[in-house]
Structures are given as structure tokens and as C-alpha cells.
């Protein structure tokens, strides 16, 4: 068996993956908290994860794959002030905490299916984990690493001796260098468990606890489910980059107190799209939608095909024009597919495809080497040596992890009345009648066909 490599932000080190089951890989990934359209940034790191699942899937394991929708308990800062983003949500469009949940929850699937995300085998919703999420607060607490205060339920992070491993926080020098006011909080790091209720103000979201009415602290939520689905210690925990100096900290701090482990063996980020050299995000509001993609004639797996290009662990700058080239190298590949059926007199060496095949795996297999696949799928293109029904048939091996949908790429079926107009063309090109021939090609595309002159003959093609 090819053994896979992952970077495993814990150590710093690509590491030889091995499950902790057998043939099964628990998988949890951080979600998109639910108060607004996701970006298609945010849609980066679900893509990765989506690859991530398929490489594991096309090395023969089974992946339980859960994802939480945060519908509760995340602050506009990721720290412990602020306003729920949810409540926001509600205020801003009058409608029900539950109601925004539900309608954005709908629009993310809507758009991950655009983008041929697989659907984890676990959605998790944290409002339907108030009682897990109680119950590991209460956990904590008899083993003494809860505080309280005026306003809520801390994590008191001196209790952990190896706070902040993965992010290599340094206690000592953050509580020197610290100016920031600590309020009630004993230590600048020290987080939010269980938020009480305002008292000036009616949340919609509030349950009764031993502590008070409150709500969950946003770090709570994934430590309560990932347990709950997944089990106190699972294969691999993923998310951005930027939930590694917070989230994936505390969720570890938590997960470790309460469990006395480590939750998953390996942590892995992406990296940020970038806009301008800078991050997309929401607060910025320099971001798009899937639907925004659509709207400027990208298919939203040009998208997909265009973070492929990258390493997840690098930033990836987008532009109109890098949308663009993605957009044209996955209708030239369309293309070919399209036409791989036409072409079968030649013979491909024996081993070639295997060759292919092997190259395609030991790229993806080393910490998701897909910049790599990417560029072996274009020489495979150009390959003189093989056939293009061989080459179709590794595309179509390939496509279980790239997710391009290359299976639904059907041979043309050209119409009579489309062909006999192409005809028609091509005969006043021979005579040299251009206008004429200029008319008919612009009749052809307002009728949704292409037509290129190439040296074999002119080819008609769908406009996508
Ligand atoms: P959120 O809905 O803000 O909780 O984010 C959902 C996921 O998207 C998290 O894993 C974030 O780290 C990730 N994310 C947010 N912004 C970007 C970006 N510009 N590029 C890549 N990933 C991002
Ligand atoms: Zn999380």
C-alpha cells in the first residue's frame, strides 16, 4: 500500500498517516457559523477537506466526516467580547435566530453542492448539543479548571501545563508582554465556557444551566460534538489557519482536561484566499459567493479546479483573471473528454496507464499534492504514447479525488439543424463569402454553438 503523508500542524512535520481503526478515519471539520452567505474563501477550506476525504476514500478507508454548523455562542471577535454573530443576523433581518440558522444552513449546502462537495456523513448543529455541551462544562469543573465571573464560565488555562502546544504559545512571555485588560479573567488566554445572558437584554438563544441562564461558548461546541460523534480521541481535526492560535487551542485545552487527551492525532489548515494581497472575509467585504461566480459566467468548479492549482498550505490570490484561466483549462479538458471516444486506433504500451496512475497517487498522497496531480493531468493531455480513451478512462480515476464532475462529460450530440447550418458556413467559407459566413457563425452561437476552424476541419461545440 502507498502510505500517505500529512502536515500535522501539532508537530510541524509531514507525518505517515495511519488510522487509529483499521480501515475507518474519523474526520471532524471546523463549519461555517451561520449568520450570512459562506465566501467562497470560507469554501477553500471545505474543498480541501472535501480532498482530503476523497484521497483517504481512493486509498481504500471508509471516513466518518462530521461538520458543525455554528448556530450559536460565536462572538463578532473570536474572543470572548462581542455580539452573538447569530443574534446579529436575526436583528439585521427580523426574523428568528432559528429561521437565519435554517436559511443559511440551506444556502450553504445549495453551494457546496455547486462546487461537488461530498456531504459529510455528520452534520452537527450546536443548538442540538446544549445538553453535551452542559455536561462537559460540568466535566471540567469537578476536575477544577473552571472559573466564574460576572459574566460566565472560564477555561482557567494555568491549570494545563502544555497550554497552547499547537499554536506554540508561550505562557510566560504572554503574561509578561501582556497590556491587554484582563476584566475578571485570571490569564489573558483563559476563554469563555458558558456565557450568562445579558441583563439588560432578551437573547433569542438562552438555556437554563447549573450555572445560569447563558449560552455556549463557541470553542465548547466542537469539543461536546466531535466527542459525542467521533469519539475522545479521532484521526484527524481540520480547519483555516487562523483557528489555530484560538479554536483549535482551546478545543484542545478542553478536549484535554476533560478527556485527558489530545482529541485528534492529526490538525490540519488551510491557508487563506487572498483579494488584493488580502484576506477575503466578511468583515472586509471583499468577498464572493458562489453565486457571485455564476453570475460572472465562472462555473463554480472552475473555482474548485483553480484551488486545486495551489497547495492548501499556501495563500491563493484570486483574481478576475486567474478565475478566468480556470475557467478555460477545464473547458479545454471538457473538451477532450468530450472527444476521447472519437479517437481509438491507437494503442496505448502496456504499463503506461499504471505508470499514470501510480504518479497521480504518490502526488496526492503526499500531504495533498494536487498542484502536482494537476500538472500530470496536462502532460497525460499531451501524451503521444496513449490513447485518449485510455487517457479518458484514468481521468475518470483521477475525478474521485479531483471532483470535477469529468463523468457527466458526455460526446457532443450535435443537432441536424445545427450541423446543416455548420455546413452552410463552411461552404461560404469556401467560396469566400465572409460576411455570410460571419452571419451563420454568429446565428450558430445565438443558437448556443461554437464553431472552430482547426486543421482537420471546422468542430462544432456547446458554449458552456
Ligand atoms: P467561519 O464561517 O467564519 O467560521 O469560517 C469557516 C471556515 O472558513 C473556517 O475554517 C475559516 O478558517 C475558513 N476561512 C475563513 N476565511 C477564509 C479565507 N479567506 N480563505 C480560506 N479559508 C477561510
Ligand atoms: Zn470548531
Redesign the pocket.
Known amino acids: 500500500m502507498t502510505p500517505i503523508f500529512l502536515y500535522n500542524t501539532l508537530t510541524r512535520k509531514k507525518e505517515e498517516f495511519k488510522p487509529l481503526r483499521d480501515k475507518e478515519v474519523g474526520l471532524y471539520a471546523?463549519?461555517?457559523?451561520v449568520y450570512w452567505f459562506?465566501?467562497i474563501?470560507?469554501f477553500?477550506?471545505?474543498i480541501f477537506e472535501d480532498v482530503l476525504r476523497r484521497v483517504l476514500e481512493y486509498n481504500g478507508y471508509r471516513v466518518r466526516h462530521a461538520m458543525n454548523f455554528?448556530d450559536v455562542g460565536?462572538l463578532t471577535s473570536d474572543e470572548d467580547v462581542g455580539e452573538d454573530k447569530i443574534e446579529i443576523g436575526a436583528k439585521r433581518e427580523g426574523k428568528s435566530a432559528r429561521q437565519i440558522a435554517d436559511f443559511y444552513i440551506a444556502d450553504f449546502k445549495n453551494e457546496a453542492k455547486k462546487l461537488n462537495i461530498k456531504e459529510p456523513t455528520d452534520y452537527a448543529r450546536a443548538t442540538d448539543y446544549i445538553n453535551e455541551q452542559i455536561r462537559l462544562v460540568e466535566i471540567l469543573e469537578e476536575k477544577g479548571f473552571t472559573y466564574k465571573t460576572s459574566d460566565g464560565v472560564y477555561f482557567d488555562t494555568s491549570q494545563l501545563p502544555d497550554y497552547g502546544q499547537l499554536a506554540r504559545l508561550n505562557a510566560a512571555g504572554q503574561k509578561a508582554g501582556a497590556r491587554v485588560d484582563l476584566g475578571e479573567k485570571k490569564n489573558p488566554t483563559d476563554f469563555a465556557l458558558w456565557k450568562f445572558s445579558p441583563a439588560a437584554a432578551k437573547r433569542q438563544q438562552e438555556w437554563d444551566s447549573p450555572w445560569g441562564m447563558g449560552f455556549p461558548g463557541w470553542h465548547l461546541e466542537c469539543s461536546a460534538m466531535a466527542e459525542k460523534i467521533l469519539g475522545p480521541e479521532f484521526d484527524i481535526h481540520c480547519?483555516?489557519?487562523?483557528?489555530v492560535p484560538v479554536h483549535h487551542t482551546n478545543e484542545i485545552a478542553q478536549s484535554e482536561a476533560a478527556f485527558g487527551r489530545v482529541p485528534a492525532r492529526f490538525w490540519l489548515h488551510?491557508?487563506?484566499?487572498?483579494v488584493n494581497g488580502e484576506?477575503?472575509?466578511?468583515s472586509l467585504g471583499n468577498l464572493w459567493t458562489v453565486s457571485d461566480l455564476e453570475t460572472k459566467g465562472i462555473n463554480p468548479l472552475a473555482y474548485r479546479y483553480l484551488t486545486l492549482t495551489a497547495h492548501y498550505r499556501s495563500q491563493?490570490n484570486l483574481t478576475d483573471e486567474s478565475l478566468r484561466a480556470a475557467q478555460n483549462a477545464l473547458n479545454k479538458l471538457y473538451d477532450f473528454l468530450r472527444e476521447a471516444d472519437n479517437e481509438s486506433d491507437q494503442k496505448t504500451p502496456a504499463d503506461l496507464g499504471e505508470k499514470y496512475h501510480q504518479e497521480f497517487l504518490l502526488a496526492v498522497n503526499d500531504d495533498l499534492d494536487t498542484p502536482k496531480a494537476i500538472s500530470l493531468v496536462w502532460r497525460l493531455v499531451d501524451d503521444k504514447k496513449i490513447s485518449a480513451p485510455d487517457k479518458k478512462e484514468l481521468f475518470l480515476d483521477f475525478d474521485r479525488v479531483l471532483g470535477l464532475n469529468l463523468n457527466q462529460i458526455k460526446p457532443i450530440e450535435v443537432p441536424e439543424e445545427i450541423k446543416k447550418l455548420a455546413d452552410e458556413r463552411e461552404n461560404c467559407r469556401q467560396e469566400k463569402k465572409w460576411a455570410e459566413s460571419d452571419q451563420l457563425r454568429q446565428k450558430l452561437e445565438e443558437l448556443g454553438w461554437l464553431v472552430e476552424d482547426t486543421p482537420q476541419g471546422p468542430k462544432i461545440k456547446p458554449r458552456i
Do not use: Q, W, Y
Not at 471546523?30 to 457559523?33: E, I, L, N, S, V
Not at 480547519?239 to 483557528?243: N, P
Open positions: 471546523c463549519g461555517p457559523t459562506a465566501h474563501g470560507n477553500r477550506s471545505f455554528t460565536h480547519g483555516g489557519i487562523d483557528h488551510n491557508e487563506f484566499v487572498l484576506k477575503m472575509s466578511k491563493l
